[in-house]
């Protein structure tokens, strides 16, 4: 039955069965009148227990920090002890010790409270799922797998200049309701995220509460950090629901080129199925932006599959690698993975007629520099073991509009590319 946004609130506020009051998910407070404002708690005590352990860590870096400086390592060193460290295989450091106490929430409410949040916004883009292999019936549910950079606040509104987009648009409290609009209107069963500075307070809890289970894995030294007011580093973030899959092994690796360790991460985790009991293997870097660093960027490649060499024994295990590697089709980089032993081909490529070019965007933005219309985004995938169901078609560029990305209607400079897969019967001996 449909609750008006009004109705949704007061019951999240209502007393659970403990006596304890219920917050509501996001605690968020409305911008202006109609419907009627959601108290801010006091004190969430759902969100408190989620993020005490930041509390300090942000608090230290709110103020201005210069790379190397101490107070950015301490955030880095206590981001880790959060999370396993760089190229370990702990998932025990991996499960959030409060994880058990969260309360679970209805994707269906957390979206009213998005939607009420957002209601003086114009509405979201209807995207729609292109079905590309209906010729190979599975006898389990596809694995949808989202990918996407979400923008780090801190660059959005500190370093990346987005000259045509106003600043009212990169509002924090708002555009993380586009961003959880997002993510809760394709639901997918792993998420790939890249520029997360918001993981403690905000990703973590409330995809906890939805059923997922994160990793984060900050950038060493992340340029969001140099941004007054900062929430801390960003980094990429790999979430799965626990519901259909178990964690195996994980590995957070520190990517190198050249043999020197640099500033770019990826978090590669083996998953089994329950339905199934099949394994794979899932991905997410971002690699080093910018022209003039395409050799470091395909260095960096080379590690991430040398990496995803050892971590699938050869192959013999199937894998999903989600990233921004800030790098277009013709970049040595995109050759290493589509020419990879790993025998990979990207999953984007199959809206295409013929199926062998990639789109023709993943980002659209204007700089100071200019109008920067790019393909970096992918979604790579082992092509003998998995095949695309279906995928997520692109904004168009109308509905983009004249001052592209972010907007008021989209919340980042990256679009996500969304895609269903499924297991290809009888691999064996395929890979
Ligand atoms: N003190 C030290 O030892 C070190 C300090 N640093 C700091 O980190 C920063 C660079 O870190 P690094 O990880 O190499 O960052 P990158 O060059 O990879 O870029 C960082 C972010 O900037 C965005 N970006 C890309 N192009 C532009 C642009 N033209 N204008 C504004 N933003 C852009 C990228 O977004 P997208 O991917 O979406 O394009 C990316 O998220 C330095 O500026 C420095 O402050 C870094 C290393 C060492
Ligand atoms: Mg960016």
Known sequence: MYQSPRRLCSALLQRDASGLRRLPALGLRRQSSPPAAVPRPASPRLLAAASAASGAARSCSRTVCSMGNGTSRLYSALAKTLNSSAASQHPEYLVSPDSEHLEPIDPKELLEECRAVLHTRPPRFQRDFVALRTDCPSSHPPIRVMQWNIL?????????????CPVEALKWEERKCLILEEILAYRPDILCLQEVDHYFDTFQPLLSRLGYQGTFFPKPWSPCLD???NNGPDGCALFFLQSRFKLVNSANIRLTAMTL??????????????ESGRQFCVAVTHLKARTGWERFRSAQGCDLLQNLQNITQGAKIPLIICGDFNAEPTEDVYKHFASSSLNLNSAYKLLSADGQSEPPYTTWKIRTSGECRHT????????????????LDLLTEEQI?????????YPSDHLSLVCDFSFNEDPEGVL
């Open 152 to 164: 780090a606040q801190a660059l959005g509104e500190g370093k990346d200049n987005f000259v045509q």
């Open 227 to 229: 941004v007054e007011h």
């Open 261 to 274: 360790k640099t500033n770019q991460v990826a978090i590669a985790q083996i998953l089994e199925c329950k």
């Open 376 to 391: 970096l985004d992918y979604i790579w995938y082992s092509k003998q073991a998995l095949s695309v169901r279906s995928a």
């Open 401 to 409: 509009g004249p001052n592209r990305l972010p907007s008021f209607n």
